[in-house]
């Protein structure tokens, strides 16, 4: 029989309460507070960073997982589709050079923009998310321009304000980690019309259940 990952502690990362809510309820209606925390941490990289280090400092998680919203710069992901975002990148850290973006590996400085999720988390629901690259912005894009330019040149497939942040916190703590999104818009000028935030959400949470479950907790 091959062995299952049951995880003895998981620790749950959002940056919103709302992106979140249906899980919280699953949670507390099964009764899995002694197996679950779940941590708040607000919008963006430094909230993310401090808010996950504090807490990793605090106690220790057998795994991390992040859920969340994400822009999809790929039409071929529908709104409402759940991704697995295993290679990251912080995608406006570095220097410009008139029109050249240098990354810190062009700059010569020690680090990496580029973030490579190699956590190996045994969990049949996990293992058919599409993973996908991504990027991790203060500014989310909504300038045909940029948008184009941020494209070519590290060609994701999502965008968010944290989840870099989140895979490098995790790293450094050195503990198995996911981030798990639902797109909730295309990476475009900004057009409500075209978001479907209740849809990504109602699709985030339906998977994140079923990834709980799969652990068998």
């Not at 184009?148 to 198995?176: D, T, W």
Request: glycine share 6%.
């Amino acid at each position: 029989m091959n062995s299952i990952f049951v995880p003895v502690k998981i620790l749950i990362v959002a940056a919103s309460e709302n992106e979140i809510n249906p899980l919280r309820n699953f949670i507390e209606v099964g009764k899995m507070q002694s197996s679950v925390d779940i941590l708040i941490t607000g919008i963006g990289s430094v909230a993310t960073a401090y808010a996950l280090t504090k807490q990793l400092q605090k106690k220790k998680y057998d795994l991390a997982l992040n859920f969340g919203l994400a822009g999809s710069f790929n039409t071929d992901l529908e709104i409402g589709s759940v991704v697995n975002v295993t290679q990251e990148h912080f995608a406006d850290l570095g220097a410009e050079d008139g029109e050249i973006f240098l990354t810190l590996d062009e700059m010569g400085f020690a680090g990496s923009n580029e973030i490579i999720n190699e956590s190996e988390i045994k969990n049949k629901v996990l293992e058919l998310i599409p993973q996908v690259c991504g990027i991790t912005v203060n500014t989310v894009h909504g300038n045909e321009m940029s948008i184009e330019k941020v494209f070519n040149r590290f060609h994701p497939n999502s965008e968010s304000m944290e989840g870099a942040a989140f895979l490098y916190c995790c790293m450094q703590e050195k503990i198995p980690c996911a981030q798990v999104r639902a797109i909730s818009n295309f990476v475009e000028r900004r057009n409500k019309d075209r978001w479907n935030i209740p849809l990504a959400i109602e699709h985030l949470n339906r998977n994140a259940i079923e990834i709980l479950k799969a652990f068998e907790i």
